[in-house]
């Protein structure tokens, strides 16, 4: 199963307002907020009822104290969801028998956290790990939430959003390996004979065309070629009417532009034009041991932590997470 970890931001509004993270009211700094949080939930499960959707619960696997010092804390979730119904047997016993989840109970994963408060500043960095299904990131917003209330600070916003800059694309495109770039077009012409015009009036049928480039590394004329439409994309986001993306080598618009580098394991995939499909998860997979339980090494997790961190910001480096 692979491990995919995010970063976020995190911050505190108030008034529309940041406030400063260490001291944000009388004193409190959220270092010990967040800590009191998972305390909390670790004797209080949250439990997210949703009309016509799964429900969703979050506890605490262990209790880890924070680091003072480092300004960090850490540990695991359990970030259950029912809803379901599923069989489990353990093949590897042939007399054991089949094992039926009624739908009434959650399928529960442990989910890696990691906290970075850095003193003076009005972010910080929520690292989580993303189990598949769970919606991490709204379930740990929403119980945040409801802390914030049961502690009568409900005016005080705690916002966490996705964490993808330039730097990021930038990076992995200088130092990875190119491995994939797909162009898309939605719609298919209804005639044969306009597979090849370009003409935007041309009908359409449903249906989608995708031209592909896969290599174990396409090199660096297709990495120049790459961050040319990345950055002009950029430049034009904020222009009206640009919803189509005009490749001059190729003489041609497309709908989407995709490219999937590969840095160190790590892999993430850029989309050009929805920029809100560019996910702020990376796979980290292999660089994170288990041990004989199957259970993921937590200091290999804090290492991947604290490079995410350094990826997306600029006052913190993995150094300063020591």
């Known amino acids: 199963m692979k491990v995919l970890l995010a970063v976020f931001g995190v911050q505190i509004k108030f008034n529309g307002a940041h406030l400063t993270?260490?001291?944000?009211?009388?004193?409190?700094?959220?270092?010990?907020?967040?800590?009191?949080?998972?305390n909390d939930v670790l004797k209080n499960v949250v439990q997210w009822e949703r009309e016509k959707h799964p429900t969703l619960s979050l506890t605490c696997a262990d209790g880890v104290l924070p680091s003072k010092k480092?300004?960090?804390?850490?540990?695991?979730?359990?970030?259950?969801?029912?809803?379901?119904r599923f069989k489990i047997?353990?093949?590897?016993?042939?007399?054991?028998?089949?094992?039926?989840?009624?739908?009434?109970?959650?399928?529960?994963?442990e989910a890696f956290y990691f906290l970075s408060v850095p003193k003076g500043?009005?972010?910080?960095?929520?690292?989580?790990?993303?189990?598949?299904?769970?919606?991490?990131?709204?379930?740990?917003?929403h119980s945040i939430d409801i802390y914030m209330h049961k502690i009568g600070l409900h005016r005080y916003r705690v916002e966490i959003s996705n964490l993808i800059n330039d730097k990021v694309f930038h990076r992995m495109m200088d130092k990875g390996n190119f491995k994939e770039m797909v162009f898309t077009k939605y719609g298919i012409p209804?005639?044969?004979?306009?597979?090849?015009?370009?003409?935007?009036?041309?009908?359409?049928?449903?249906?989608?065309?995708?031209?592909?480039?896969?290599?174990?590394?396409?090199?660096?004329?297709?990495k120049l070629f790459a961050r040319?439409?990345?950055?002009?994309?950029?430049?034009k986001k904020a222009e009206e009417g640009k919803s189509k993306i005009f490749v001059e080598l190729m003489e041609d618009n497309y709908d989407e532009i995709?490219?999937?580098?590969?840095?160190?394991?790590?892999?993430?995939?850029?989309?050009?034009?929805?920029?809100?499909?560019t996910l702020p998860d990376l796979d980290v997979t292999?660089?994170?041991?288990?041990?004989?339980?199957?259970?993921?090494?937590?200091?290999?997790?804090?290492?991947?932590?604290k490079d995410l961190i350094a990826d997306v910001s600029d006052h913190v480096s993995a150094a300063d997470l020591k």
Do not use: C, W
């Not at 804390?73 to 809803?83: I, L, T």
């Not at 292999?286 to 932590?305: F, M, P, T, V, W």
């Open 89 to 109: 047997k353990d093949y590897t016993d042939e007399k054991s028998d089949t094992t039926i989840i009624d739908p009434r109970h959650s399928s529960i994963r």
């Open 286 to 305: 292999e660089h994170i041991k288990r041990d004989s339980n199957g259970r993921l090494d937590i200091k290999d997790l804090i290492i991947q932590a």
């Open 21 to 38: 993270l260490n001291n944000y009211v009388d004193n409190r700094d959220y270092l010990d907020t967040f800590h009191d949080f998972t």
């Open 228 to 235: 040319n439409i990345y950055v002009e994309k950029s430049k």
């Open 190 to 222: 209804s005639k044969m004979e306009d597979l090849k015009n370009n003409d935007t009036k041309v009908p359409l049928s449903i249906g989608t065309i995708k031209t592909v480039f896969q290599s174990p590394d396409l090199g660096k004329q297709f």
């Open 70 to 84: 480092d300004r960090v804390v850490y540990g695991f979730f359990d970030a259950g969801r029912n809803g379901d």
């Open 121 to 141: 500043r009005t972010r910080g960095y929520l690292v989580l790990q993303v189990p598949e299904g769970q919606g991490i990131k709204h379930l740990v917003n």
């Open 258 to 277: 995709s490219m999937k580098i590969d840095l160190n394991g790590k892999q993430k995939t850029f989309h050009i034009s929805q920029t809100g499909r």
